[in-house]
C-alpha cells in the first residue's frame, strides 16, 4: 500500500524521528511511504498526495501545530476509500476529544504506533476490523470509542533502524539527526508528557545497538 505522513513542521523542528521508525517498519513490510516535512501549502501537499496516490494519509500533530493541521487535513483531497489519520503525543494525550471535535480524521492513534500502523494497513486492506486494532481512538457515528491500550514494545532493537529515506526534506542531505536511546520515564514533571505517552518503565537500547545505527546513518548520509 502507499502511505503519506505529514509533518508540516518536521523540518523547522528537526525531524520527526516517530515517522522513521514507522516508515522503517512499513517499508520492511513492502509498503511505500513519503513524509512531507514542510508545509508546502494545500495545493502541494495535495500534488504530492496525488502522485503517491496514497491509501493512508496520516498526520504526525505537536501542539503547536494543531490549528494549522487541522486546516491542512480539512483540505486534503483524497482517493475513494483512502484513510485519514493522525497520531502523536498530543493525541495520545487528547485522542477522544480530537476525533471529536475534528471529524475529518479517520481515527486516531494512541501510544506506540510501530505495531499499530501494520494493524492500519491490514483494516485498509479489508483484513481487519477497526474495532479490533488496539491503540486508536475511533468513530461510530456520533459516538467515539477507545480501543484498549496497546502495550509498549519492550525489545526496542526489535525494531528496524529508522528511515530517513522517505521524507522529502532530506533530499539534498540531513544536518540534524535525531537519536532515541530509551523510552519511557518514572517521573511526573509537570512540563513533560513523556510517561503519559511512553509509560513510566524505562526501556533502553544496548550501547551496541545505538552505535551501529550511527554508524549505518553515516555511511548512507
Wanted: charged share 25%; net charge neutral; hydrophobic share 40%.
Amino acid at each position: 500500500m502507499n502511505i503519506v505522513f505529514i509533518d508540516i513542521n518536521a523540518l523547522k523542528n528537526g525531524g520527526n524521528v516517530g515517522l522513521s521508525y514507522l516508515s522503517a517498519i512499513l517499508k520492511q513490510n513492502g509498503h511505500r511511504v513519503l513524509v512531507i516535512g514542510n508545509d508546502w501549502g494545500i495545493e502541494g501537499i495535495n500534488k504530492k498526495i496525488k502522485d503517491m496516490d496514497a491509501d493512508i494519509i496520516g498526520f504526525s500533530i505537536r501542539t503547536n501545530d494543531t490549528a494549522r493541521v487541522v486546516e491542512v487535513a480539512n483540505g486534503v483531497e483524497r482517493k475513494k476509500g483512502a484513510l485519514l489519520i493522525c497520531g502523536g503525543p498530543n493525541i495520545t494525550l487528547n485522542g477522544p476529544s480530537f476525533i471529536k471535535e475534528n471529524p475529518c480524521f479517520d481515527f486516531a492513534v494512541i501510544g506506540e504506533a510501530e505495531a499499530t500502523i501494520l494493524e492500519i494497513v491490514e483494516y485498509a486492506q479489508g483484513k481487519k476490523k477497526l474495532q479490533d486494532i488496539k491503540g486508536i481512538a475511533g468513530r461510530e457515528g456520533d459516538k467515539v470509542f477507545v480501543t484498549e491500550r496497546r502495550e509498549f514494545t519492550q525489545v526496542l532493537e526489535s525494531l528496524p533502524f529508522p528511515d530517513n529515506e522517505s521524507f522529502d526534506i532530506y533530499a539534498s542531505g540531513i544536518i540534524t539527526y535525531g537519536l532515541i536511546t530509551s523510552r519511557g520515564c518514572p517521573y511526573d514533571c509537570t512540563y513533560c508528557n513523556g510517561p503519559a505517552v511512553s509509560g513510566k518503565k524505562l526501556r533502553y537500547r544496548r550501547a551496541e545497538n545505538v552505535i551501529a545505527e550511527l554508524l549505518n546513518m553515516k555511511k548512507k548520509y
